[in-house]
């Protein structure tokens, strides 16, 4: 999973991230935060495929975004 892309997608949905390509204490507490809110029967606080694609759908739903 690439993590830049996923703080990316995070701070363009609003999440106050930003991109370092590491998998900080910042990203972790994201990721948990987003896995909580989108999908809270599967918590892992891993950056798996399926919480960068639901970032990656919820981004190319929004009105005027492009998708990164």
């Given at each position: 999973?690439?993590?830049?892309?996923?703080?990316?997608?995070?701070?363009?949905y609003g999440y106050g991230i930003v991109e370092t390509g590491m998998f900080d204490e910042a990203t972790r507490f994201?990721?948990?935060?987003?896995?909580?809110?989108?999908?809270?029967?599967?918590?892992?606080?891993?950056?798996?495929?399926?919480?960068?694609?639901?970032?990656?759908?919820?981004?190319?739903?929004?009105?005027?975004?492009?998708?990164?």
């Open positions: 999973v690439d993590i830049g892309e996923a703080q990316r997608l995070f701070a363009q994201v990721v948990r935060a987003f896995q909580l809110h989108f999908r809270p029967a599967l918590t892992s606080e891993r950056l798996d495929r399926s919480t960068l694609e639901t970032a990656r759908r919820l981004i190319e739903a929004l009105p005027g975004v492009e998708s990164v």
